[in-house]
């Protein structure tokens, strides 16, 4: 009989460790990478919707707040409070962070695009904070 050329089990071994140490490394790289996507997207939400509620104070003739409620951004009608457009923020949905504003009560935005104050929202989440900030005459920019 014939031997046939194969693997001992130390070689297999050795195989399934190096792997299980590459996959572990790269699924650690991953998840950071997931996460802090997920921060960034948040912030490219909360730009728009800066810049949508600017537009919706226009198109209403109408002013619009902007606030904060129990992790949700919120922009609202100034006169009845009737929320217009929402979007949630917070583990349990799929935009994963965690927003603070300022100031705190939120901002009016007018019909001509001013507001009464400038804005600063800040989102943060998996180690990474980063800024969006409203001026008072309506410029956005992300920090």
């Given at each position: 009989m014939r031997s046939r050329p194969a693997f001992s089990l130390i070689e297999?071994?050795?195989?399934?460790?190096?792997?299980?140490?590459?996959?572990?490394?790269?699924?650690?790289s991953i998840g950071r990478q997931i996460a802090r996507?997920?921060?960034?997207?948040?912030?490219?939400?909360?730009?728009?919707?800066?810049?949508?509620?600017?537009?919706?104070?226009?198109?209403?003739?109408?002013?619009?707040r902007i606030v904060l409620a129990s992790s949700a951004l919120q922009i609202t009608d100034r006169a009845s409070g009737?929320?217009?457009?929402?979007?949630?923020?917070?583990?349990?949905y799929d935009l994963r962070a965690t927003l603070a504003i300022n100031p705190t009560t939120g901002?009016?935005?007018?019909?001509?695009?001013?507001?009464?104050?400038?804005?600063?929202?800040?989102?943060?989440?998996s180690g990474l904070v980063t800024t969006v900030s409203r001026t008072a005459t309506g410029i956005v920019r992300r920090q």
């Amino acid at each position: 009989m014939r031997s046939r050329p194969a693997f001992s089990l130390i070689e297999l071994l050795v195989v399934v460790v190096v792997a299980g140490i590459l996959l572990t490394i790269g699924g650690a790289s991953i998840g950071r990478q997931i996460a802090r996507d997920r921060v960034l997207r948040s912030a490219t939400v909360v730009e728009g919707m800066l810049t949508e509620a600017s537009q919706l104070a226009v198109r209403r003739r109408a002013p619009v707040r902007i606030v904060l409620a129990s992790s949700a951004l919120q922009i609202t009608d100034r006169a009845s409070g009737t929320v217009i457009k929402q979007r949630n923020f917070g583990r349990a949905y799929d935009l994963r962070a965690t927003l603070a504003i300022n100031p705190t009560t939120g901002i009016t935005i007018f019909p001509n695009g001013r507001a009464d104050a400038a804005l600063a929202v800040t989102v943060s989440g998996s180690g990474l904070v980063t800024t969006v900030s409203r001026t008072a005459t309506g410029i956005v920019r992300r920090q």
